[in-house]
């Protein structure tokens, strides 16, 4: 596996993360604990290091499956984990958004203990708090730093202005947003910035939670507890009209010998070299699909014919109307 260094930071990771959200969140009931650490181990195996997960991420499941599993190979990965909402100690999410400073070294005692570590290696605010000067937030984590508890400062959908306000106290090392073939916003609103300031970025979702491998179209079903059920860009109106695009990409990967979603990986890794896409699985099958974007060779002539292709409008909001009041813009 290739390795790319998170911005200016020093911080050395695989060129393809691990997103774990899904094997305890978010699309569906939560996996079976003895397959997701098979997958997890394979994906070690494969060369990852870069490990994403958060305490909202079931909540709390998530961390202790991640901790567990990778408890072994403590020493050769690097674990992201984020702070930000409120949660009860039943696990129960208000809905709520918290930075307040108490409250981020309460969530970094708890996420230390659930992920059976003494350090996090790269600690994001999961998204920016209204109520909470960014500087505050900023200085509790460069405490936390100093402490040794944390290795790297992050921050999550978070606006230009924000991260100029936050890296300002504490070192920004990694933005973490949605970042796609069918989202791009962040090349006019925060790459430039991020660029500017040697921040490194680790695109969610850049399989357009799924949308982009060409595996769904609009008779998919998805149970209740699945997110994209809720969204917008994934009613089957939606995804009826957003199929061009797949229909397009599949014919690039045909040619390339490849799979959609090894061609829509390789397209967000060379965007810049330190942008580092965490796409998340449940499956080694797919796992090992994944890792193959990073080896894949796109010419200048298929990345114009991407480029046509990414010029389709794409149908429907990526959140829905709750979630998109939490995206700082």
């Known amino acids: 596996m290739q390795k790319r260094i998170l911005g200016n930071s020093g911080l050395e990771v695989s060129a393809i993360g691990f997103g774990c959200m899904g094997m305890s969140h978010g699309f569906g009931p939560p996996k079976d604990t003895v397959e997701m650490t098979t997958v997890l181990h394979r994906a070690v195996d494969l060369g990852v290091t870069l490990f994403d997960t958060a305490e909202m991420y079931g909540p709390f499941i998530n961390e202790e499956l991640v901790g567990a599993a990778l408890r072994p190979f403590r020493d050769q990965i690097v674990i992201a984990t984020k702070f930000g909402f409120d949660i009860d100690p039943n696990g129960k999410a208000t809905g709520g958004l918290n930075s307040r400073p108490e409250h981020i070294k309460d969530v970094v005692e708890a996420s230390l203990k659930r992920l059976q570590t003494d350090r996090i290696d790269l600690l994001y605010q999961h998204r920016v708090d209204p109520n909470v000067p960014i500087e505050e937030v900023a200085g509790a984590v460069k405490e936390l730093i100093r402490a040794g508890k944390v290795g790297h400062f992050g921050l999550s959908e978070a606006s230009a202005q924000t991260i100029r306000r936050a890296h300002a106290v504490q070192s920004v090392t990694a933005l973490q947003s949605e970042y796609s073939m069918w989202w791009r916003e962040p090349e006019t609103k925060t790459m430039p910035t991020l660029e500017e300031l040697g921040i490194g970025l680790v695109p ?65 890794l060379v965007q810049k070299p330190w942008i580092v896409p965490i796409p998340g699985t449940t499956k080694i099958s797919r796992l090992e699909e994944n890792i193959g974007g990073a080896t894949l060779e796109l010419t200048p002539a298929d990345l114009r014919e991407i480029e046509d292709a990414a010029r389709i409008e794409v149908q429907g909001h990526r959140y829905s109307e709750t979630s998109e009041r939490m995206v700082d813009r």
């Open 204 to 268: 969610f979702s850049p399989l357009g939670r799924g949308f982009l491998t060409g595996k769904i179209d609009e008779t998919t079903q998805f149970a209740p507890n699945d997110i994209r059920a809720t969204l917008p860009r994934f009613t089957p109106e939606a995804r009826e009209a957003n199929q061009a695009l797949i229909d397009l990409i599949a014919g690039i990967a045909e040619r390339k010998n490849a799979t959609p979603a090894q061609i829509a990986l390789a397209w967000i």
